[in-house]
């Protein structure tokens, strides 16, 4: 009895959920470098420079596109289910969704008006013109498998979300494989290859759709409306700070890539994200804390939780310590798998920068995690905005001195500077909310 009394325990729940979208974000990210190995073989530096800098852009614009949306659904969506406000949720989910739709076919289409825009005057580079094109559309899909995989997540179903997320990356590395071994991989171009890249989330789309069907299914004889607006003016408004706070979180985490390719040459470009790619494999850690963490973390109610989630951090950091240093040691003589060019002294030492870059993700990623649950969004929007305010000034002067490996060293600059900005955000909100308390006994 004590056995199964153990395995229904919260803690190990707890951590069977951070390990299956650990196992998912693995695979993800696994198969990713994987793709970037083969570009980077097949196609050479400079076009793996192209899909980095696509990649880059995809990301950013989906941010934009979803406005803050899905971690307001998670938020709102996951408390009126712990409240046993079923139809709320549902409300909420399918709102949700058709804002992020909206959002997606609105930048997408900017996306391709905008983009010899963006390819000539922005990057200096019109060669991209087609391929942020391409991107462009993309975001659409993207967009709305993103928030159906926040949908899921409402309902805790991690084991559903990373299900749907490997099978979307398994197709992706098997349309490489196809363009690859058919006829000789003479049809195995960049551009046809993005173009199948985009559009393997539509399979996940429409799996992950019969997955809410039944988590979201409506008992007999609902008279409810299945959307409101009120649920949809909700959601903007409550997505307000958090769109802030992310997309400037979002353009920092990408703001290395975009400044390199504007100072620099796209073959540099390729380099830098083949020793980023190897480097963030850690980052999965991080990523996969924080999506469990987004609707787990309304539990917190006082201070002393707060206090003790600050604690255990410093496990994770630690964990995470570790993997650096042995990632560091085994991993650089990867990069060789890339090609020839890739084995340069200066791509091993901005791989060793971009994973020293890790080690400030978890505390950053706990310390906003829990500000943004104590509604500190617009705090946390003024950190990310100062960063990337600093990076705009330090990019242009650090890149043309040494290229990947000063850039590198400006990404490891900006990102400790926000990891101690949001410890020092954090421990001066938990200092006024005790003032508070104290004050009120």
């Known amino acids: 009895m004590q056995v199964f009394t153990r395995i229904r325990s919260a803690k190990l729940l707890h951590f069977l959920d951070f390990a299956l979208v650990l196992g998912g974000t693995a695979f993800a990210t696994g198969t990713g470098f994987l793709l970037k190995v083969f570009i980077g073989r097949l196609l050479g530096p400079g076009q793996l420079g192209i899909f980095g800098i696509c990649y880059a852009f995809l990301t950013v ?3 934009l596109a979803d406005l803050g949306v899905r971690y307001s659904v998670v938020n709102l969506a996951s408390r009126a289910f712990n409240s046993e406000n079923h139809e709320r949720a549902r409300r909420l989910v399918v709102a949700g969704l058709l804002l992020k739709l909206i959002g997606g076919l609105v930048i997408a289409t900017l996306g391709w008006a905008l983009a010899p825009l ?3 005057h922005v990057l200096l580079k019109p060669q991209l013109i087609p391929f942020l094109r391409i991107t462009a559309v993309g975001v659409c899909i993207w967009s709305l498998w993103d928030g159906l995989e926040g949908a899921l997540h409402v309902r805790q179903r991690f084991s559903w979300g990373s299900a749907c997320r490997i099978l979307l990356e398994l197709l992706r590395l098997l349309c490489f494989a196809g363009l690859w071994g058919y006829a000789q991989g003479e049809y195995l171009t960049l551009d046809r290859f993005m173009w199948l890249y985009f559009a393997t989330p539509i399979a996940a789309l429409l799996i992950g759709s019969v997955m809410l069907k039944k988590l979201y299914s409506r008992g007999k004889g609902s008279t409810e409306s299945r959307l409101k607006k009120e649920e949809m003016i909700e959601l903007v408004v409550f997505s307000r700070g958090i769109f802030f706070y992310r997309s400037a979180s979002v353009i920092l985490l990408f703001l290395d890539s ?5 100072y620099g040459a796209l073959e540099d470009v390729g380099l830098f994200e083949a020793a980023k790619g190897l480097a963030f494999a850690l980052l999965l850690v991080s990523e996969s804390l924080q999506q469990v963490l987004l609707p787990k973390v309304n539990q917190i109610k006082t201070i002393k939780q707060i206090k003790e989630l600050v604690k255990k951090s410093g496990r994770y950091f630690a964990v995470l310590f570790a993997s650096a240093m ?11 798998l890339f090609g020839e060019a890739f084995t340069q002294p200066g791509v091993a030492t901005t791989f060793y920068l971009m994973v020293t870059v890790t080690l400030f993700t978890i505390p950053s990623t706990i310390w906003s995690t829990v500000l943004l649950t104590l509604n500190r969004p617009i705090t946390l929007g003024l950190i990310a905005s100062g960063q990337v305010a600093l990076g705009l000034i330090l990019y242009p002067i650090a890149i043309p001195i ?9 990404a490891l600059t900006l990102q400790v500077v926000g990891s101690f900005a949001y410890g ?10 005790e003032q508070t308390r104290q004050n009120l006994e």
């Open 258 to 262: 975009l400044s390199l390719t504007r």
């Open 402 to 410: 040494a290229g990947p490996v000063s850039t590198a060293a400006t």
């Open 424 to 433: 020092f955000a954090l421990y001066k909100e938990v200092k006024r909310r």
């Open 61 to 63: 614009v989906s941010m």
């Open 118 to 120: 963006l390819a000539t």
């Open 326 to 336: 042995a990632w560091m040691a085994v991993a650089s003589p990867f990069l060789g």
